[in-house]
Every structure is written in structure tokens, then in C-alpha cells.
């Protein structure tokens, strides 16, 4: 393993050994590359530098008390990707292209991914281009497909603790009929400019409401959100959210918790109402939410009430941290064990 200040990691770029590489030219997929060039070079008329074309994916490596390494549903990344590359009429990763390259990459730099103790991961990040000479907005010719990996550490730099969010009503992430549901980079152009406004006045994020009534809850730029009340996992229903693999996730584990789920339309003002809320997905895992605050029109919904995590958010992050790591068994088949 390498000697890195594993547990002091942020969620940054630190640089490793390899990243694998496929090409898709002349109407098929070529073979996988291992290269260990940081950079790559691109005709500068790319349908990605101009038209955004492209998508990309996010999960993780985790390594195990026993010094396994394990991957977390890698097959539902794989499915995204292909629905992503669809959304935006690019050549999509068959499956097993993507979960091979994924493996490899991993393999690769298995001396990145942290040891058990420091709470870290191997943050793994697929990436797939639209290449080619192209000046009209049509698809590209040529697409590249890029597997690159980074040891992380949260992506909320207080971790698993509760942080305030801000509702700003001047901006979207996503049209209800836009790309909000795929990976595709514009949606995370689009909220960049709340996003660093949130943080200037220091907020983790800026939770979005949808586009089109401004009334109900979508998620924030990097994450889903879900409340908790009465015994009940709510989340949103929405035609402009990402389908989150650890929203999905969380879902099955609180009904194997025994609580209820709903997935539905989530009014604003319903934020006065929950007993826990957080935000979840690959990189911020679960973040818990201490308040969300409408600066618009002056409203502030206080949901942890002392500072901390509630009960359930708790029970569900020791539960998901659990079946990655290895430390729980992994009832629902979700881990794809290297080697
Ligand atoms: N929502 C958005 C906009 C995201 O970028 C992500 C991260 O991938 C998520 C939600 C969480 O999705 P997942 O749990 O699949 O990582
Ligand atoms: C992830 O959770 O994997 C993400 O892609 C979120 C963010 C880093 C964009």
C-alpha cells in the first residue's frame, strides 16, 4: 500500500498509477488501454468541449478488515452510464466493457485504495467523450471512454454530521424534461453558480426545488435528499432527479429496517415536519441535514434539533458503510468482491 495520510484525504484528485482507456471508432468498441498519462488529447472541434457530450460515473472501491477490496453495485453504474450516453446520442459502454475497465483500473491501483481503519475509499470515476473534428451540433464520430480512480475521503468535509442547506429559488439544476435524470456534465454547470454561492454563505449545498412550480423538493447538486418521520423513509419523486444507486439503496434498507417508503412528490413547507433529512450518494454517502434555510422567502425549516444525527440516519449509514466495507453480510448481493 502506499504511504498516504490515508484518513486526513478530502475529496480531491490525488494522482495514482493507471487509468484504462477504450476508443469507439468506425461503429465498434477497440480494446481496453492502460495508460499512465494524466492528460488526454482532443481535436479541439470535440462534441464534448462544445456541446457538452459526454457523461461520466461515480463509485467506489472499499477495502475490507480481511484486506479485500470490494466494489458497490457496479452493475447499476454500468446501466446509468449506457441511459446517460443515450440521453446525450453517444455510443453507449456495453456492460461488461464498463465493469471490466472499472475492475482494472481498481486492479491497477489496488495499492490506492485505503486501508479499513482510515473510514476511506477508492473513489472511482468512468468518464466517456464525444471526439471528432465537428462544428455543427450534431453526435460525434469517434467517442472515448476513460477509467481513472482517486483515494478519497468525504465529500462534506464535516462528514457524518449534520450541515445547513439553502433553497435558492433564482436558480435550476435541470428542465422537468431535461437531462436532470442522467450524468451528463451541463447539470452540474448549471448549478454551479448556486453551489458557490451556498458555500460563500456558508451552506454545504443548495438544495433545488423543481423547475417548473418551485414547490417541491428535487435534490441538491451532488446528491439526493430524503426525510424521515414517522417511521417512514421519504423521497422524492421527480422527472428532473438523477436515479441515485444509494438512494435506491437506502430505500431497501429501511424497509429491511421495517420502515416505511415512499417515494412521491415532497412539498417544501413538508420540511417543517421531518424528525431527520440527509443527503445521499456515492461520494457524500449520507450527509445529514441540520437546517434548510429558503432565502427567498425567509424561511428557515430547523430539522436536527441538537446538532447530530438522528436515530435513523444513523441505524442507515452504519447499515450501508457496513455491506460496503464487508462488515455486514450482504443479503441483497450488491458487492462484486476484486479477485
Ligand atoms: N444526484 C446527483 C446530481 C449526483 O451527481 C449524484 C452522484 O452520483 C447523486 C445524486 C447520487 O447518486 P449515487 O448514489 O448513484 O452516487
Ligand atoms: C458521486 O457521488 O459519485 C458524484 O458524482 C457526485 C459529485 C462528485 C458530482
Redesign the pocket.
Known sequence: MKNLDWSSLGFGYLKTDYNVRCYYRNGKWGELEVSSEETVTLHMGATCLHYGQEAF???KAYRGKDGKIRLFRVE??AK?MIRSAEGVVMAPVPEELFIKAVKKAVELNKDFVPPYESGASLYIRPLLLGLGAQVGVKPAPEYLFIVFVSPVGPYFKEGFKPTPMAIMRGYD?AAPLGT?TI?VGG??AA?MVPTVLAHEKGYSACLFLDAKEKKYID??????FFGIKDNTYITPESTS?????????LMQLAEDLGLKVERRHVPEEELATFEEAGA?????VISPILRVDDLDEHKTYQISKDGKPGPICEKLYNKLRGIQYGDEPDTHGWVTLLD
Open positions: 460515473e461515480g463509485l447499476e453504474n446509468r439544476r436532470g450524468k447539470n452540474y448549478g435534490e441538491c447538486g451532488p446528491a439526493n432527479i438523477l436515479p441515485s444507486i444509494t438512494n435506491k439503496s445521499c450518494g456515492t461520494a457524500a
